[in-house]
């Protein structure tokens, strides 16, 4: 590391100084004996020794390579990189506020190349800070990051520079760069988040704007998961004007007034969430996004039609990524006044014969639920989600079904209108006995992806009273509520949600039994033949069914 030489500088000092100096001089000899004698205890002593001779003369600067060279060096066991990373800042810093960093138009000859040379430096201490912030250990990324935010902070106020040069090319974006590249600085991010974004509204306006520009060029999946840890990590924005929110650098004063209003900073929220929207998401990305959609993503807003060209890309993903989607589009319509007229068919069309064996079925039930409860929606549009479900229990599983008649018997209840599909008077005797002799064909169109068009008020829940005779007992107790009278006011859907194959063959194992089942009294000694032994015993119904010889 290049070292400085200014023997006229420390000349003309020496000249200029003269008496006043030389008992200070005497003493710092004196204090650097006594210093210089410690220096066995440690590194650590040394450090401090050269952090206070360069603060007291500039003729020791050639002490700052020195330092740099124990922060940098990190292999070795403790912590002497970071002592001398704090005493580099504390160094740095009161040089900042003394003018010592600052080259004007004035400053010439041997004064501009120490200017030069401690930038030169200057900038090699960013650059270990950087290295230690990306590779060091958590404890070590934590002290790092708070140097640098410090040296941010003194940049602004002694070195004069403007909004650009603070926050959009400077230190404070690199720091941003480092977070979001890095897959190692979970710890870091946090730290980040808890002392500085969440604190302080200038840190929080201008990261959003400084993870807008990354988010729009070309990263890693790795990266965008760390912008979306931060992004979603802040809390949702304040609704009025708040002046008393701390700042981090108050010597930007012009900017005060937009850094305070919670438009400018809806602003910049929103352009960092499209850039990210407009990346190409995986598959677990995207679930995340439509996770956090209604209470993370949209109330930082100010166009919220802007999320619909995303939300309708995501539907035609299909499987539980269209659920999550209609559950964001639901939210709009809902919260927003967002007119999306294709809503309700789009969620027609999730119900096919997937949707009662899929791991997402509960998930899908609560949103439903939730979709439905409106008392204003068309009663031939909920008859149309009751008979398409009533059909889809013919192919499902015991645990789907104990699910979907709940839910019907309270969407009965909910619009009466459709309970005619339950129960329905035939005005005639003539086309009463036709019906019984000939039957009917069922009207409703089960192909029909418009709800308002299947004619399923025409239909009935045959499908339900079918169930009634269903192998599992439990199915055919429950299908059996549609056929006795409506006194319950509603059943708790979440009561059934959980079932599965493993849950109802337990609960029929854990069953008290008042009664000891029927079972056969003598034990046969072949299943899949006749009887060999020459006995006059009736062979078993399956014997008689099948010939397995």
């Given at each position: ?16 100084k ?43 600067y ?29 160094v ?194 995207r ?6 959609m ?15 060209d ?26 927003k ?133 269903h ?18 006011q ?25 009664k ?18 020459g ?15």
């Amino acid at each position: 590391m290049p070292a400085l030489t200014i023997e006229a500088e420390a000349g003309k000092k020496r000249k200029r100084k003269s008496k006043d100096t030389q008992p200070n001089e005497a003493k710092v000899k004196r204090g650097s004996t006594k210093r210089a004698a410690r220096q066995e205890h440690g590194i650590g002593s040394q450090i401090l020794l050269l952090e206070n001779q360069i603060l007291e003369s500039r003729r020791h600067y050639n002490h700052i390579p020195k330092l740099l060279k124990h922060a940098q060096n990190s292999d070795t066991a403790g912590s002497n990189d970071i002592f001398a990373a704090v005493a580099l800042c504390r160094v740095f810093c009161r040089l900042m506020a003394a003018g010592s960093l600052n080259k004007s138009r004035e400053t010439a000859g041997n004064e501009s190349i120490i200017v030069k040379w401690l930038i030169e430096r200057y900038q090699d201490f960013i650059n270990i800070l950087m290295k230690m912030l990306s590779n060091g250990v958590p404890e070590k990324q934590s002290t790092a990051l708070t140097l640098l935010m410090q040296l941010v902070k003194e940049e602004a106020s002694s070195l004069a520079l403007g909004e650009n040069a603070v926050w959009h090319t400077g230190t404070f974006t690199n720091i941003l760069r480092t977070l979001i590249e890095s897959t190692s600085l979970h710890e870091a991010r946090l730290h980040f988040l808890e002392k500085y974004v969440k604190k302080f509204g200038d840190v929080r306006y201008y990261t959003f704007a400084c993870l807008a520009g990354f988010a729009s060029g070309d990263i890693t999946n790795e990266s965008l998961d760390n912008i979306l840890s931060i992004l979603t990590a802040i809390e949702n924005p304040l609704n009025n004007h708040n002046e008393s929110e701390r700042l981090y650098i108050s010597s930007l004063s012009s900017k005060k007034q937009r850094l305070h209003s919670p438009a400018a900073n809806k602003k910049q929220a929103q352009k960092a969430w499209l850039a990210v929207l407009r990346q190409d998401l995986s598959k677990a990305q995207r679930k995340t996004l439509l996770d956090l959609m209604a209470h993370r993503i949209a109330p930082w807003f100010l166009n919220i039609e802007r999320l619909m060209d995303f939300l309708t890309d995501s539907f035609n993903v299909g499987g539980s990524t269209s659920l999550l989607a209609l559950s964001g589009l639901f939210y709009l319509v809902q919260e927003k006044n967002l007119d999306y007229p294709q809503f309700y068919p789009k969620l027609y069309s999730l119900l096919n014969s997937e949707i009662l064996h899929s791991k997402h079925r509960s998930r899908f039930f609560r949103l439903l639920d939730t979709f439905l409860t409106s008392t204003h929606l068309p009663a031939a549009l909920v008859a149309s989600f009751i008979k398409r479900l009533s059909r889809l229990t013919l192919h499902s599983p015991p645990s789907g079904i104990v699910v979907v008649v709940p839910w019907i018997y309270n969407l009965l209840k909910s619009h009466p209108t459709c309970t005619f599909m339950i129960h329905r008077e035939i005005p005639g005797q003539g086309e009463k006995m036709d019906l019984e002799e000939n039957g009917m064909e069922d009207p409703f169109r089960m192909d029909e992806p418009d709800p308002m068009k299947t004619k399923a008020i025409e239909s009935s829940l045959w499908e339900i009273e079918m169930l009634q005779t269903h192998y599992h007992p439990n199915v055919a107790t429950i299908a059996k509520i549609i056929s006795e009278q409506f006194t319950k006011q509603a059943y708790n859907i979440e009561d059934f949600l959980d079932h599965s194959y493993g849950s109802m063959l337990n609960a029929e194992l854990t069953r008290d039994t008042k009664k000891a089942p029927v079972i056969e009294y003598e034990i046969p000694k072949t299943i899949f033949k006749g009887n060999e032994d020459g006995s006059e015993r009736k062979p078993s119904l399956l014997i008689r069914l099948w010939d397995f010889s």
